[in-house]
């Protein structure tokens, strides 16, 4: 195995992890040395461990999103941020600065050499001392990035939803497996909103009876957004920031504002957006993927925003349990033969009420691995171990998002197979499994 091969490689265990560490800060001499902080003294942190032991983040995509996220992995004892990227310049200026500042003036110490804002994401995936990454990108950045990570070498936390194609799913899914990467989703309600956890549990294990039907509900996306071409500023490599993209002509409310949620050049919108939560939840709680989708829609003819809207999908699971997916306040409900239980971030509900006292037996499903979802990341980086929002999961869910877009767009119902992955019987459908990418980025 040559020396590429031997970086590339994913440990097994924790044990090996530490070996991984080593190799990688002396391979790394003459290049990027590693980050490093000094006493946990200097931090007022006393449960911080050894620099050598801590986890070496990146964070590409540091906008609203990307912004709280790096904070909270800011927080986490496990890690520290090396690296962070963005294609405007005040984003990973500022963000590199807030890094800084958190772990204390030290640069004099020459113990920790900083927190380097890189332009372009190839030039930090190049680093051989960064263990995993954060991608906080618009959407059509997710899997490219996230592919070019674990084929670096490096474990990743991809916020929701995954790829903008099922295509794209697979690519990443396939990818995490070969190359034995950790993988982690941006569906925090594994984790943070323990009450998900505990709903999907009685689920599992029979307390509402036999399964009926799942209704999820997702808020609905946006129509608006002004077309008018605007002069590129100078503070964003725009050709950068469209990567695979269509190119079109630079404006405010394409980049800036929430067009990269709802120009279908970036995204599908809402339903997959917003959409991937309780979709998630509802996979975790019933880990099957529905066959057949039927739905309505609108797609916006005026303004920038082009993504489905207004959408109502239905559909059937192979069991016969029934699905629909509507816009409305983000809820997923399980209903069963001997009652229903409805989780969401705010909170939960069930009938009978008595569902909500039910303490689990010993030896029955247990879905809850911590109620902190970037400790939980950073644990199974250490640990080797599958996290809780595992790479399987949300290529399940994200595909739901996916067919049921297809079947709007298209007004017909859309057949799938769970066992080829494939939409059966409609080859114009079959065709929109994929996006064609702009060159020179492919998958």
């Known amino acids: 195995m040559d020396e590429l091969e031997h970086r590339m490689k994913r440990d097994s265990s924790a ?29 007022g942190r006393s449960k911080r461990p050894a620099a050598s032991d801590r986890i070496a983040l990146a964070h590409i995509g540091v906008g609203g999103q990307g912004t709280g996220l790096l904070r909270n992995f800011l927080r986490q004892e496990l890690c520290q941020t090396v690296a962070v990227c963005d294609p405007i310049k005040d984003r990973r200026q500022d963000r590199a600065q807030e890094a800084d500042r958190v772990y204390g003036g030290l640069e004099k ?7 380097k804002a890189y332009e372009d994401f190839r030039d930090l995936l190049a680093r051989d001392d960064i263990d995993a990454v954060v991608i906080a990108t618009p959407d059509h950045w997710h899997v490219p990035i996230a592919l070019d990570a674990v084929r670096s070498g490096k474990d990743i936390y991809v916020e929701k939803p995954l790829g903008v194609s099922v295509e794209e799913d697979k690519a990443i899914r396939e990818a995490v ?7 982690q989703y941006g569906t925090q309600q594994r984790c943070f909103n323990t009450h998900c956890g505990f709903a999907c549990e009685l689920v599992r294990n029979g307390y509402i009876g036999d ?3 799942i209704d999820v509900v997702a808020p609905n996306g946006a129509t608006g957004g002004n077309p008018a071409p605007q002069p590129r500023p100078e503070w964003i490599d725009y050709d950068l920031w469209l990567g695979p993209a269509p190119v079109k002509p630079y404006c405010h409310d394409r980049v800036i504002g929430t067009g990269r949620y ?7 919108g809402f339903i997959a957006g917003w959409g991937a939560h309780p979709l998630d939840i509802a996979h975790w709680g019933y880990p099957e993927i529905p066959i057949f ?10 303004g920038l925003f082009d993504t489905v809207v207004d959408w109502d999908i239905k559909g059937t699971y192979a069991s016969g349990v029934e699905f629909t997916l509507k816009p409305g306040r983000d809820k997923t409900t399980f209903v069963g033969t001997k009652g229903w239980i409805a989780p969401s971030r705010g909170g939960i509900q069930a009938k009978p ?17 911590d109620n902190n979802h970037y400790r939980n990341f950073l644990s199974a980086v250490k640990s080797r171990k599958q996290p809780a929002s595992d790479i399987d999961s949300a290529v399940q869910s994200d595909f739901v998002s996916h067919l049921g ?20 019987g409609d080859e114009t459908a079959e065709r929109m499994l994929s996006r064609s990418m702009r060159g020179p980025w492919h998958l």
């Open 211 to 213: 399964l009926q039907r």
């Open 405 to 424: 877009d297809i079947a709007v767009r298209t007004g017909r119902g859309i057949s799938w197979d769970p066992g080829k992955e494939t939409i059966i």
């Open 353 to 369: 009420e008595s569902l909500l006292r039910v303490k689990l037996k010993p030896g029955e499903i247990r879905l809850l691995q």
């Open 109 to 115: 110490s020459g113990e920790y050499q900083g927190c």
């Open 293 to 302: 989708y039927q739905g309505t829609g609108r797609v916006p003819k005026e």
């Open 262 to 268: 709802h120009c279908y050049d970036y995204s599908l």
């Open 177 to 183: 497996h070969r190359r034995g990467a950790v993988f």
């Open 15 to 43: 044990t090996d992890y530490a070996s991984r560490r080593t190799f990688l800060k002396k391979g790394a001499a003459g290049m990027l040395a590693f980050p490093m902080i000094v006493s946990s003294q200097v931090l």
